[in-house]
Structures are given as structure tokens and as C-alpha cells.
């Protein structure tokens, strides 16, 4: 059976040590890992690309269901996971929620992964 990673607060922009910086240590690591296994689903990079393309910029769980031909529960499960890796925001307006990335969440892991990608 996999080892369970710790569950750790990652409502905020991850924030470290580049990875070509320097050796990260534990806790920064982890930080990462969980936020990229997060995006380590097919699913869930296809929700990534649609909320980044929106022409709305804020579509709802029923759009983004038919968009990738999944059911708006696995859907709804697949933006839990993005949200709790703080990369997605969701917001209840009436019957909907809308979603949206969070683009400085998707900046600071760029920049952690590679800091010359954003200059």
C-alpha cells in the first residue's frame, strides 16, 4: 500500500527555494510534490487549460463537465483536489459555481520549477 503524504495547508501560492537553486529540504519538497500530483491527472490539466481559456474566464461545473465528457460529481471532484492544491477558486453565484485558476498559484510553481520561465 503507498505511503499517505501529510496533509498540509495549501491555500496560498507555494513558496520556496527554486528547485536549480539550491537542494530543497524536506518540508519545501513536500509542498511541491503535493501541488504537482495535484495537476497529475489528465482530467484535471484539461480543467487547468479550459479555466485558463475560458472566454468568460469563470465557466461553471456544468460547462466544464461537457467540455471533457465526465460527469459534473467527477468533475466537481477533480476541482476539489485542484482547490485544496490551491491552484482553482470556486465561487456559488445562485444555482452555479463558477470556477477559476489562480494564476499567481500557477506563477509561483513556474518559477519554483524553473525561475528563468517568467523573465
Do not use: F
Not at 496533509?7 to 528547485?19: F, G, K, L
Not at 510534490?33 to 469563470?58: F, H, N, Q, W, Y
Not at 460547462?63 to 485544496?84: D, F, I, K, P, Y
Amino acid at each position: 500500500m503507498p505511503k499517505a503524504l501529510p496533509v498540509i495547508d495549501m491555500s496560498a501560492p507555494v513558496c520556496c527555494t527554486p528547485v536549480a537553486a539550491a537542494a530543497m529540504d524536506e518540508a519545501a519538497a513536500l509542498e511541491v510534490a503535493l501541488r504537482l500530483k495535484a495537476l497529475a491527472d489528465p482530467a484535471r490539466v484539461r480543467l487547468m487549460s479550459l479555466l485558463l481559456t475560458s472566454p468568460s474566464g469563470e465557466p461553471n461545473s456544468g460547462e466544464l463537465a461537457a467540455a471533457v465528457g465526465l460527469s459534473e460529481s467527477t468533475v466537481s471532484h477533480h476541482l476539489a483536489q485542484l482547490r485544496n492544491a490551491g491552484m482553482v477558486e470556486s465561487e456559488r453565484r445562485g444555482m452555479n459555481t463558477v470556477h477559476r485558476a489562480r494564476r499567481d498559484a500557477l506563477g509561483a510553481m513556474c518559477r519554483i520549477l524553473d525561475p528563468d520561465c517568467c523573465t
